[in-house]
């Protein structure tokens, strides 16, 4: 453009030189006044406000936009109509924004506190579980112990009652020794007195060492020694043998003294015997009692234990369950507070922007209505054209 005008210049100073000095003039005042205007133009805070409009994406295409009106010498009113719709509308996802803001922030706010809720129910659920629990296993201890205790006493009164029976046998069976030995002493005694008797009868009749009386004695003490060598009166023929037949009369009253003892004998063992056995019986029956109840305890004790250690992994269960519920809720918890929380800054972070851009807006619509001159400067200046 420079080039030109100096060439026109040249051109007109030698052909019309007083012409040429007078237009040459008029054209480097024209350029001064367009070169101050533009200066006063581009030092108008307006200007800055555009620069930085400029840097901006959607600054950048409104004032694309409004170089495309002003090259194509178009009214700008299509461009603020289109500025007001755009401003319009940002306004109106703001508001839709906020409402949804609102409604999403109750929404959060409802689940956080169901959150909330379910960690507090649930670590009241494990404190109780797990305190119930202990008590069951306190509880399933003192009923092993109590069941154990109670086997051991089982156990020994079996003892005793095997080692009194023991007892009661052998002692019966020594009773048993013990009377048929005597037994058999008396019915000696019972086979051996008569035999004497006869011979007593028979040395009373006849005089001492006559040979009727002789052979009546001896008669009788063969017929003593055919009983048998095994029973005890052998010993007592053969000590009768050497007696004198006057002797004999004293003997048979010792030998029926003996025997009438040793019956006596035999019915004292006899009473000894039976009470033996009702004692030990007595004691039996007791021993017996005694185990039975503590068969019965036992079997009581066992059923409670069986119930306890029901109850104790109900409660394990239901500490299981809320451990579980606990982890469920407090990981639902932190992931629900990071979306709310992410979306909130989504929400900050947009409002920033609609508000930025709304306002770059309003400075548009602010600058064409005043300073339409310096939006052209500006245009032209950046070659938005």
Same mark, same amino acid.
């Given at each position: 453009?420079?080039?030109?005008?100096?060439?026109?210049? &040249?051109?007109?100073?030698?052909?019309?030189?007083?012409?040429?000095?007078?237009?040459?003039?008029? $054209?480097?005042?024209?350029? !001064?006044?367009?070169?101050?205007?533009?200066?006063?133009?581009?030092?108008?805070?307006?200007?800055?406000?555009?620069? $930085?409009?400029?840097?901006?994406?959607?600054?950048?295409?409104?004032?694309?936009?409004?170089?495309?009106?002003?090259?194509?010498?178009?009214?700008?009113?299509?461009?603020?109509?289109?500025?007001?719709?755009?401003?319009?509308?940002?306004?109106?996802?703001?508001?839709?924004?906020?409402?949804?803001?609102?409604?999403?922030?109750?929404?959060?706010?409802?689940?956080?506190?169901?959150?909330?809720?379910?960690?507090?129910?649930?670590?009241?659920?494990?404190?109780?579980?797990?305190?119930?629990?202990?008590?069951?296993? $306190?509880?399933?201890?003192?009923?092993?112990?109590?069941?154990?205790?109670?086997?051991?006493? #089982?156990?020994?009164?079996?003892?005793?009652?095997?080692?009194?029976?023991?007892?009661?046998?052998?002692?019966?069976?020594?009773?048993?020794?013990?009377?048929?030995?005597?037994?058999?002493?008396?019915?000696?005694?019972?086979? #051996?007195?008569?035999?004497?008797?006869?011979?007593?009868?028979?040395?009373?009749?006849?005089?001492?060492?006559?040979?009727?009386?002789?052979?009546?004695?001896?008669?009788?003490?063969?017929?003593?020694?055919?009983?048998?060598?095994?029973?005890?009166?052998?010993?007592? &023929?053969?000590?009768? +043998?050497?007696?004198?037949?006057?002797? &004999?009369?004293?003997?048979?009253?010792?030998?029926?003294?003996?025997?009438?003892?040793?019956?006596? +004998?035999?019915?004292?063992?006899?009473?000894?015997?039976?009470?033996?056995?009702?004692?030990?019986?007595?004691?039996?029956?007791?021993?017996?009692?005694?185990?039975?109840?503590?068969?019965?305890?036992?079997? +009581?004790?066992?059923?409670?234990?069986?119930?306890?250690?029901?109850?104790?992994?109900?409660?394990?269960?239901? +500490?299981?369950?809320?451990?579980?519920? !606990?982890?469920?809720?407090?990981?639902?918890?932190?992931?629900?507070?990071?979306?709310?929380?992410?979306?909130?800054?989504?929400?900050?972070?947009?409002?920033?922007?609609?508000?930025?851009?709304?306002?770059?807006?309003?400075?548009?619509?602010?600058?064409?209505?005043?300073?339409?001159?310096?939006?052209?400067?500006?245009?032209?200046?950046?070659?938005?054209?």
């Amino acid at each position: 453009m420079k080039t030109l005008v100096t060439i026109a210049i &040249v051109f007109c100073l030698l052909s019309h030189p007083v012409v040429c000095k007078k237009h040459y003039n008029d $054209e480097e005042h024209s350029a !001064f006044e367009k070169s101050h205007k533009k200066l006063s133009l581009q030092d108008d805070p307006s200007y800055s406000k555009l620069e $930085e409009i400029q840097d901006h994406p959607l600054g950048s295409k409104i004032l694309q936009t409004i170089a495309l009106q002003l090259r194509g010498n178009e009214s700008l009113s299509a461009v603020s109509k289109l500025l007001n719709d755009l401003k319009g509308d940002l306004e109106g996802k703001q508001i839709d924004a906020d409402n949804e803001r609102a409604q999403i922030g109750s929404q959060c706010k409802k689940d956080l506190q169901n959150y909330s809720q379910r960690i507090s129910l649930s670590i009241n659920e494990i404190k109780d579980a797990e305190f119930k629990a202990k008590r069951l296993n $306190e509880a399933i201890a003192v009923y092993q112990a109590e069941i154990n205790e109670k086997a051991r006493q #089982i156990k020994v009164f079996q003892a005793k009652d095997d080692t009194l029976r023991d007892i009661r046998r052998q002692d019966n069976l020594d009773f048993s020794t013990r009377t048929t030995q005597m037994k058999e002493m008396v019915q000696a005694f019972e086979v #051996i007195l008569p035999k004497l008797h006869q011979v007593w009868d028979v040395a009373a009749q006849h005089k001492a060492g006559s040979f009727i009386e002789e052979e009546a004695i001896n008669e009788a003490l063969v017929q003593l020694a055919k009983i048998g060598e095994e029973n005890p009166i052998t010993a007592m &023929v053969a000590l009768t +043998s050497t007696l004198e037949p006057t002797a &004999v009369q004293t003997l048979i009253e010792k030998m029926e003294a003996i025997r009438d003892s040793i019956k006596e +004998s035999i019915k004292a063992e006899e009473e000894a015997e039976a009470k033996n056995a009702r004692d030990t019986d007595t004691i039996l029956a007791a021993v017996f009692n005694a185990m039975e109840s503590l068969t019965r305890e036992k079997s +009581s004790d066992e059923e409670a234990l069986q119930e306890t250690i029901r109850n104790r992994d109900i409660q394990d269960k239901r +500490s299981r369950d809320a451990h579980a519920e !606990f982890n469920a809720a407090k990981n639902g918890n932190q992931q629900r507070n990071q979306q709310c929380q992410e979306y909130e800054l989504q929400y900050q972070q947009n409002t920033i922007e609609r508000d930025k851009q709304i306002a770059i807006i309003k400075d548009v619509q602010n600058i064409i209505a005043t300073k339409i001159e310096v939006v052209t400067c500006f245009v032209e200046e950046n070659n938005l054209f």
